[in-house]
């Protein structure tokens, strides 16, 4: 706890030092000018995440599920494999694919954010729910569990850390990735970052910059906080349970 | 209560047709402990697993109190047969409570009336009920978590019990006090048991009825002290091992044998109680070179003795009597 609270002021410190010195060098003052422009492309930013987030913890989680059953078993290794191989296109082929078959706009960046985020979800979400030991599969049949019972009573509580691990991994990553969605015209912080390359401009290159990592670090540390309420104490990696004997 | 009839299990292995289990008759009466005896791949834990239907056989059938187990729903089956696997197969997610209140939440009971349930049943299983109710299964040891694990197949009170090694994973001293411990609780409930292991010495413990398998077959059965004295078939003498005596020993207390005390014994010298097993016996005759022990009542009153020619005579006679019956 106390290596917490060091590291949390650690990083205060720096964030405060940091703040001290742009805004003592003017630097803060050029930035904060975009201010407007910062709060409506976060928002757009934020969208992007969401809406290509949100579809892909739906359909990541239950391919996941859908892959583990027993029924698939010879299905599962091939499917992950191609989808690894998916994973390897450059997320800037994807776009610039999807915007041929979508068009400029949202929607071809929405589509690539997607299949981004798919495959650690995936991949976490089948590794989560195969390293249950079949002890407790059995015991689980042995007691009498249906499937279905067997599943959202056993199997994905007690895959929910790595799944949340996943899914942290996929929407982190994708805040990074969104800004890509400007060059097919799809907004976000993308839009201030590459026009102020476009334009030698370092201050607005910075105001797109700033937030999206802000935003990075914010949704890891509010995933985290999130994983840790939703994850029963008896399976948590911490030090909040005391073993005793 | 349970009879097993012609049983069969074939399963495929690289096209080749392995009879796991192959034509097993096995009946258990109400309120028995049976044991299924052998050596690992002998079909013993299919045949358990038959029993619930977690396996299905390829021939035979399993009756419980008259009815084919194939006419019920596995589902409603399973949660009517308590079920104790080695590896106890405690959900870590959840708390002791809840891993013990399974069953009776698949049934639909209250969640105050589970919570009695579990309670009840860690009282009955010798852990503090406040203390216990709430931990997880990683802040137990490997004793507590069996406990815990037989509790939540008792958890719905079902009249049959399937344990599989139960106490295999447990060092000695545990298991020993564990099963003293699970003996002691079936006197009690009177659960019609069928219990896996391939240990001799835990079977002539546990067991009302031994049946050792070989290969998918029963080669024999009986009571303890029957299986015990049956030297004709190599296996099962190979299974039993040459010290059989004293694991039949091991069944009969002081008690059965005490003739009146006609001698005077020093006072101080070896003595036994009329609960102690005759292998202890035995062993204090042995050590101290003595033909007969002094056998006093806990409030130490003498209750009679112990010859070492009694004991003798129970292993020859005791054979066919057992054996007829």
């Known amino acids: ?112 954010l997607f299949l981004h985020a798919l495959l650690p979800i995936v991949r976490n979400t089948v590794e989560g729910l195969r390293q249950l030991p079949s002890a407790e599969l059995e015991s689980a049949r042995g007691m009498g569990m249906t499937p279905s019972q067997t599943l959202f009573l056993v199997e994905l509580p007690e895959a929910l850390p790595i799944i949340a691990q996943g899914v942290r991994v996929a929407l982190v990553i994708n805040v990074g990735v969104a800004p890509l969605a400007y060059l097919v015209g799809g907004g976000g912080l993308g839009d201030l970052i590459f026009s102020g390359i476009d334009l030698f401009e370092p201050a607005m290159m910075l105001a797109g910059a700033i937030p999206t990592a802000a935003l990075a670090v914010t949704l890891d540390f509010v995933l985290s906080r999130l994983t840790v309420l939703l994850v029963s104490p008896g399976i948590r990696n911490d030090d909040a349970v005391v073993t005793t004997t | 209560m349970i009879k097993i009839e012609n049983l069969s299990k074939v399963f495929e292995q690289d096209g080749r047709r392995v009879a796991a289990v192959d034509g097993v008759d096995l009946e258990v009466g109400r309120g028995e402990i049976c044991v299924l005896l052998g050596p690992s791949g002998c079909g013993k834990t299919t045949t358990l697993k038959i029993i619930n239907r977690l396996v299905v056989p390829s021939g035979g059938r399993v009756l419980v109190d008259g009815q084919d187990t194939a006419e019920f729903d596995a589902i409603t089956l399973r949660r009517k047969i308590g079920y104790v696997i080695q590896q106890v197969g405690l959900f870590p997610h959840m708390t002791v409570e809840q891993n013990i209140g399974i069953v009776p939440r698949l049934l639909g009971w209250t969640p105050e009336r589970r919570r009695a349930r579990a309670l009840e049943l860690l009282d009955m299983i010798g852990l503090e009920p406040q203390q216990y109710v709430g931990r997880y299964p990683r802040e137990l040891s490997g004793g507590q978590a069996q406990r815990i694990g037989v509790a939540r197949a008792l958890a719905a009170d079902p009249p049959i019990l399937l344990m599989d090694e139960p106490f295999g994973a447990l060092d000695p001293v545990s298991r020993e006090a564990l099963q003293d411990e699970f003996l002691a609780m079936q006197q009690r409930l009177g659960k019609t048991i069928i219990f896996v292991s391939h240990e001799i010495d835990e079977a002539v413990k546990m067991a009302d009825r031994i049946a050792i398998f070989r290969s998918g077959r029963i080669v024999r059965q009986g009571t303890p002290d029957a299986v015990l004295s049956d030297t004709s078939d190599a296996f099962v003498a190979g299974f039993i091992g040459r010290d059989r005596a004293l694991k039949r020993l091991r069944r009969h207390h002081c008690r059965e044998i005490l003739e009146p005390c006609n ?59 057992e054996a007829a019956s």
């Open chain 2, 263 to 321: 001698r005077a014994f020093a006072r101080g010298a070896p003595s036994v109680t009329p609960e102690d097993d005759l292998r202890t016996a035995l062993s204090m005759l042995v050590e101290a070179d003595l033909d007969a022990l002094p056998c006093y009542q806990p409030d130490g009153n003498i209750a009679g003795m112990v010859r070492l020619a009694r004991i003798r005579g129970l292993l020859d006679g005791g054979a066919e009597l």
């Open chain 1, 1 to 112: 706890m106390n290596a917490r609270v060091l590291r949390i002021m650690g990083i205060l410190g720096i964030v405060a030092a940091l703040c001290a010195w742009a805004i003592l060098s003017g630097g803060a003052a050029a930035v904060l000018k975009y201010r407007r422009e910062i709060v409506h492309l976060t928002g757009q930013h934020i969208m992007l995440v969401v809406y290509s987030g949100g579809p892909a913890i739906v359909v990541g989680v239950i391919l996941g599920i859908v892959l583990t059953r027993p029924s698939m078993r010879r299905v599962c290794e091939p499917v992950m494999q191609v989808l690894s191989i998916a994973t390897a296109i450059p997320t800037l082929a994807i776009i610039a694919l999807a915007m041929m078959a979508l068009g400029v706009g949202r929607a071809p960046a929405l589509v690539a």
